[in-house]
């Protein structure tokens, strides 16, 4: 089956840079990719995707990329803000497979004020 | 739209008991996913329907664990007997699955099951 790898666990960063979540999948056949924010004691939210024919999305200061061929795809969160601190999870599915999406472990993103 | 729907928000039952949780998907999506949250574990999806049939149950812990979808806009998970490892919090999800490809999955409220 799917396997997603998320790197980092934990990320901290200065209010105003830039925060960079990284994750792999090892199934080919994936072809969308969403992301998901999770705030403290809420539910994960759809922040983002991105479709296999796609390279890139963005979405006012985050963004998305995909590498097929490395099999690997990226958010990018710009010009972060306190509020952007949350869980982050990437995750990958196939439309042959009901949407089921095969989830990452998840980043803890900290933003310093 | 009101979202997906999950019921009660909160349960603490003791050990032994049964233990019921509801939802109602998104109108229109065709897929729903039940998940359990835990510090330890992480996010693991326990079961998924698809047009109200059961595609994956792989994730189901054990035979204590159930659930059912008897039509679009319902599904219920069970626990019986419940057991103290069973608390955390328990998500439903839907989502459009179609040939143009998943959509992503919206995700209830969450249950908050403790099992004492």
């Known amino acids: 089956g799917e396997n997603v790898e998320q790197h980092p666990s934990t990320l901290s960063v200065q209010e105003g840079d830039s925060a960079v979540i990284k994750c792999t999948y090892s199934?080919?056949?994936?072809?969308?990719f969403p992301w998901y924010k999770q705030e403290l004691g809420k539910r994960p939210q759809l922040i983002i995707d991105?479709?296999?024919?796609?390279g890139e999305k963005k979405d006012q200061r985050i963004a998305v990329t995909l590498n097929k061929t490395a099999k690997h795809f990226s958010l990018h969160i710009t010009e972060t803000q306190p509020e952007d601190s949350a869980v982050y999870f990437c995750?990958?599915?196939?439309?042959?497979?009901?949407?089921?999406?095969?989830f990452g472990d998840g980043t803890t993103l900290t933003v310093k004020p | 739209d009101a979202g997906v729907i999950q019921s009660p928000r909160h349960e603490v039952t003791e050990m032994g008991q049964e233990v019921t949780l509801r939802c109602k998907p998104i109108?229109?999506?065709?897929?729903l996913f039940w998940y359990r949250q835990t510090m330890m574990r992480g996010l693991e999806l326990l079961i998924y329907?698809?047009?109200?049939?059961?595609?994956?149950d792989s994730g189901m812990p054990e035979d204590r664990f159930s659930a059912k979808m008897p039509n679009a806009s319902f599904s219920t998970l069970k626990i019986q007997p419940s057991e103290p490892r069973d608390s955390a919090v328990y998500f439903c999800?839907?989502?459009?699955?179609?040939?143009?490809?998943?959509?992503?999955?919206?995700f209830g409220p969450g249950t908050r099951l403790t099992v004492t």
């Open positions: 999800a839907s989502s459009l699955a179609g040939l143009a490809g998943s959509e992503g999955g919206y």
């Open positions: 199934d080919s056949a994936s072809n969308y």
């Open positions: 991105i479709r296999s024919n796609v």
């Open positions: 995750a990958a599915s196939k439309n042959t497979n009901a949407g089921k999406s095969t």
């Open positions: 109108s229109g999506h065709n897929s």
């Open positions: 329907f698809n047009n109200n049939v059961p595609i994956d």
